[in-house]
């Protein structure tokens, strides 16, 4: 027997004078296979097509549907209702900007981070489209690959205690974005500039190992490790920059 389920939504418009921010529930049939993202579409289609929330490619790869789902941060398109409860309590993503109801603006936050860590390739080789595309071993590839797998859908960020205290915080994505380019051999960056840009508490010495980041992470990448060879690197250039300078820096 399919159960009836109760979506308890956040509703607020923060475009509209008159809104309040208030719980709203709504019941409907769970169906087979029901995703947290089908619930909503039903909900809007056939109870009340004002209920703000994002979505794009409905398979885990756009990002845009995440937002807290009892207590978590998760993605709406790959949450079966079956794995909750009766009752679901959705939320908008902390952290970012509300746009109203469950859709936050994680855009602007991601376009601010990425220019803080200059996230591209750094180099002084002129760029010719004309060349053979340097070769690169598949390891390398692979791994770099690996740190590239993300698709901004902020739930590392709506998770970690540290971002949600401090905004100008770079939060694991960010930082899991340099690791990326200090992987790439073709990024010709120093490990004093890498510091220049992280070596702060806005960047890794803010981070306070909370680990919620790569908990909740829906493309398990491996921010746990990322952060700590990159606050491993950071703290060597951080001593590096004390230390006389006939002393051998530290690698
Ligand atoms: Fe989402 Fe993971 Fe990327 Fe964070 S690192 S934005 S949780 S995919
Ligand atoms: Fe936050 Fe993850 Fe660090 S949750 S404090 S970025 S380990
Ligand atoms: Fe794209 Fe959920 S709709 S990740």
Redesign the pocket.
Known sequence: MSRTLTLNIFRFNPQDPDSKAHMEAFTLDETPSMTL?IALNRIRAEQDPSLQFD???????????AMVINGRPG????TRTADLPNEINLLPLPAFKLVGDLSVDTGTWFRQMYQKVESWIHTDKVFDPHAVEERMDNQLAEAIYDLDRC?E?GCCVAACGTALMREDFLGAVALNRLARFILDPRDERTTQAYFDLVGTDEGIFGCMGLLACEDVCPKQIPLQEQLGKLRRKMALAAVNNILPKFMKPLE
């Open positions: 993202f979505f794009c490619c409905r398979a885990g790869i756009c990002g845009a549907c993605l709406a398109c790959r698709i859908c």
